[in-house]
């Protein structure tokens, strides 16, 4: 099984986004939408049907898994199998505390899939070991950045 590892916030679209209890989740910036750039990575997996995706946004956490799965696009949802943070035996304030590389990585642990990588605007606690499994996007353009579609496509290649 091949797995990305998805991120939402500065992947999909811009990582300002603001969590007021009575409006929910929002973005700082007027001018931006939510989801604006998940066509780009539609149109990246279209070739690669086997590709699975495991949600690794915090969004699971803020909002629930179905609701984060559910925010994506059909063709996208078709495709997730499940979350980073899952609730067997995992203490939420240890995943919470723990960078998201760490998260990743213990996703991997359990897997165990073929191949892998995770696209994340947030590098920070990443083992080195397996920094080249991710594609670090800039918060302010997420996929919309050509060097980043670049970087994508040679990783689903070399699978």
Do not use: C
Request: no cysteine.
């Amino acid at each position: 099984m091949n797995i990305l590892y998805l991120d939402y916030n500065g992947v999909l679209h811009d990582s300002n986004v603001m969590r007021n209890r009575k409006r929910g989740l929002y973005l700082a910036n007027p001018d931006k939408r939510f989801f604006e750039w998940m066509p780009i990575l539609d149109e990246l997996l279209a070739p690669y049907p086997e590709l699975r995706i495991v949600l690794s946004t915090s969004w699971v956490r803020a909002v629930s898994f179905d609701t984060a799965k559910y925010d994506l696009s059909a063709t996208l949802q078709e495709r997730v199998i499940g979350s980073t943070f899952h609730h067997l035996g995992m203490l939420q304030t240890a995943f919470d505390t723990m960078p998201r590389g760490m998260q990743v990585l213990g996703d991997v642990e359990r897997r165990k899939p073929a191949n892998w990588f995770a696209i994340d605007d947030d590098a920070f606690g990443w083992p080195s070991l397996y920094r080249d499994r991710l594609i670090e996007t800039r918060g302010d353009v997420g996929l919309s950045d050509p060097a980043v579609q670049d970087a994508v496509r040679k990783m689903l290649a070399s699978f």
